[in-house]
DNA sequence: GTAATTTCAGACAAGATAGTCTGAATATAT
DNA sequence: ATATATTCAGACTATCTTGTCTGAAATTAC
């Protein structure tokens, strides 16, 4: 597991993050995108087609095919990439682990976790692809 | 793994939390911490024995024989425990997962994350394990 | 000194995540 | 039609994390 996403997160999000940057009617191939990114083929490809099937991302098959944003970049927001993938416990669960506490009677890291979980939200939510490809784009080579 | 620490680490959290609020000269076993917080009894015993060999907590063999904090809570903060069963990695890795990039040519997440990084290690930091006993004790039961 | 109770140490098993491999289905180009 | 390049589907392996088991070493009580 990456630090916070999960290593397929974090792939899928480098991935879009780089199907943002091509031509909007292009279509880029899992090898192409694999090499560049340095991901294991294979893995990228399951995760790519779970995108697809998830609506993120459009498939097309046989030469010239690949796969493209469903939508322009400024619609999809990270946590949209980042719920698809990992699901919502980000947003749910206990920082402590401890079971049965929904935060009714929430103990003291609770509140200020809570204010990092709404702060790390806000921002998922608030980054298009586009934004986040743009940024980029600039400071990566 | 938790959300955000590791499966040892929120259980070494949760025992931590458990010792403090014991009278400061008495031991407590293995087997009373394991009960209390349902925890897979020699999946403790191995987290605690961690816990003693990093200074955290003092071990004591024989009847009567158990695990205490090593300083008094006050002295005890969050991050030092986080530090030894999970490492520095949440300080220090990016959230994106891009292998070579330290933060020389961040972008445009870093900052945002780094923000937010800053505000989990503060908080990790200031607290102390009393504060927390303290005001877990008033919330919980 | 013997029995009981505990930590200590390390091998082992189970489960989850990450990664690999093979082949089928589909689309394109010649 | 045939060859080629791609996604699609699913079984398989590897690695890491979590959890289990067994027995030795230490301490206390009698
Ligand atoms: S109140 Fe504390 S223990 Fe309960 S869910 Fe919130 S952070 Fe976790
Ligand atoms: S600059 Fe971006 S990609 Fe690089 S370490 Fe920071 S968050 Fe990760």
């Not at 909007?24 to 090898?31: E, K, L, P, Q």
């Not at 560049?36 to 995108?51: E, T």
């Amino acid at each position: 597991m990456g630090i916070i996403f999960s290593r397929q997160c974090e792939y899928a999000l480098q991935a879009i993050l780089h199907l943002a940057s091509q031509p909007r009617d292009s279509m880029t191939s899992i090898r192409e995108l694999a090499a560049k990114l340095d991901i294991p083929y294979h893995f990228l490809a399951k995760i790519l087609q779970s995108l697809a099937t998830k609506g993120i991302l459009n498939s097309q098959r046989g030469p010239a095919g690949g796969f493209a944003l469903s939508k322009p970049p400024e619609e999809i927001n990270l946590i949209s990439v980042v719920e698809a993938i990992d699901g919502l416990a980000i947003s749910n669960q206990c920082v402590l682990g401890f079971p049965e506490c929904g935060g009714s009677n929430p103990c003291a890291l609770h509140h200020q976790w809570g204010d990092i979980r709404e702060a790390v939200q806000k921002m998922l939510m608030n980054k298009s692809i586009a934004k986040l490809s743009r940024e980029t784009r600039l400071s990566r080579t």
